[in-house]
């Protein structure tokens, strides 16, 4: 899907943030200092940086200084949780500031947001016989345009984002259509129920014991 | 009202009133003396011209002439009339009998001597009258004079002593605004006064006030700051494997992953977890000695020794370094376990600081009559910038390796905590890529009871 650019000095952090966006299908490249961030840059072609803040030698804050645009959007990840870090992180052109511990779904949809603002390429998602293009909406299943409800839509959007990842029901609910919808958990088994008849995803939207459903798809 | 305003007026009336009760006493004396000289005179001119009447009186009898008024009253005419243009009248009486009566003066003030005339004449007597209005005259110009003379002296005097007393109590002005100056927050301002009177004194004494204050001010500033770096880092410190932890659980928990990634992912929460622990078991002993009294006993410094070498054996094999053991003293005082503690904790940096190959010495000597015990390693040493910090809790030399080894960055703090708790002093100094030297040097009262 994209390809992002962890530095972080931790590396169980980095580990655990990369395992994740390997899990949803995204490329990365890991950096534990700026010095490694710099060469990679120079080297690859990257979609997005994940920047720690505290990082040894030069820090995020005082990198994201030195290079003001560097044409690829940043998002913090830092322990630092003060107002003042924050604001300094949003004026130095930051895309978004997230703070540690946090919660793997809400980085990824973050990650999603960010990228999804910043990214023009189409977006795709293939399995087995069904390909999906997020951008335009449309899902083809051996070739055959398949006809899905906005709801439906918006529900698959969120597996393919989180995929290989197990969502809750009520989690599902909130990604999917937002804390303003009137309706309960039922209604996503309900949906769940459309788009593997749909799609054929019996097997590949799997009902996982006591959580609530897994997209899995190939890494 | 103000030291100066109080001051000039008290003086101004202290002196008006010495000097002028003086003056009035001296004044008062030259009119008593004055008056006396003219009694004086008064009695002597009357004995003159009662002596010269006599004289008269005898030579006219001595002529055969009897006596009579009609004589009497020449004769104290003639003295009359004569005396009379010297402001001076006569009158003589025959036994309270008025002979003869001098005119009348228009004066109130004068002196008068009355007398018999010498015998066989006494039963006359002269009065003597002088007038004494130029005295009195003489007196009320001397004090109006005198008023006049105060008039003019008193604003002068104020004037002086206006200009002398601003001139003495100025330096207490500039004390008072500096004072207030440095009151107000200004620790760093002095009281520029060179004086060497009192006021120069007190301005001195005010600057060592001033001085102590400000030592006191920044040593509580420095520590409010360590403080805050501490809270700061620990929430660093707690947030890192928290994040891990909980990332690291969810994942295990949600995601659709192979045994391998199932391997990483437990691997880390066990580290993490330890961490964790390690941090938690070292703050509570950093908490623990600063509210409890150590209890010090003798401990041979040969068991000391071995014991930190059988816990860092397995650390020091791996690291391929020789560890030396020099023990001069036999034995110093304290807590085992804290001076074990203590020298695990710096060992240990100094295996993280050493190269493989290289050695590390322990020794236990005394120097200026106090027990010290030393670790010395050759390796990477730190400059001076770290050498200030890095008793502070979480402060890191080199963050990267220092997690690697599972560091919670608290050991030299424990160190520096167990110094304290020992009353004992430590030094520790370092060159880069030369190595570290750490002392822990026990005061005599501690080995005092040695010997």
Redesign the interface.
Known sequence: MATILVVEDEKPISDLITMNLKLVGHQFFKAYDGEQMQQILEQEKIDLILLDVMLPVMDGFEWMRRHRHPGVPVIFITAKDSLADRITGFELGADDYIIKPFEILELLARINVVLRRNVKEEEGFTAGDVDVRLAARQIYKSGQLVELTAREFELLEVLIQNRNIALSREKLLELAWGYEFEGDTRTVDVHIRQLRKKLGWEERIKTVYKLGYRLEAER | MRFWQKTLLLMLVLFVVVLDVSVIMIMNKSWRLNMGREQQRAASDQALIANNIYENLNSIKSRGMQINDTILLDVARSYGEYYRERGISLELSSQDTPVYAGPAEPSARYISVTNELPAPYGYLQLTYRRDIEALYAGQDELNRYFVYINCISIPVLAALMYVLIRKLTKPLQSLADSTKNIAEGNYGKRVQLQNRDEFGELARHFNRMADAVEKQVTDLSAMAEEKQRMVDNL??EL??????L???A??L?????DEE?RM??SG?LW??TLRLKNLVFKLLDLSILSHQPVERSRIPVVELFESVRRMEQANLDAAGIELILEADISAVWGDRELLESFLVNCLENSIHASNPGSEIRLAAYEQDAAAVLEVTDYGRGMSAGHLERVFEPFYRVD??RS?EHGGAGLGLALCRQIAEAHQAQLSLSSEEQKGTTIKLILQLHNNGLLT
């Open positions: 929430a660093h947030r890192t494997p928290l994040t891990s909980q990332g690291f969810q994942y928990n949600a995601a659709h992953i990634e990483t992912a880390y580290s993490e963050h990267a997690r």
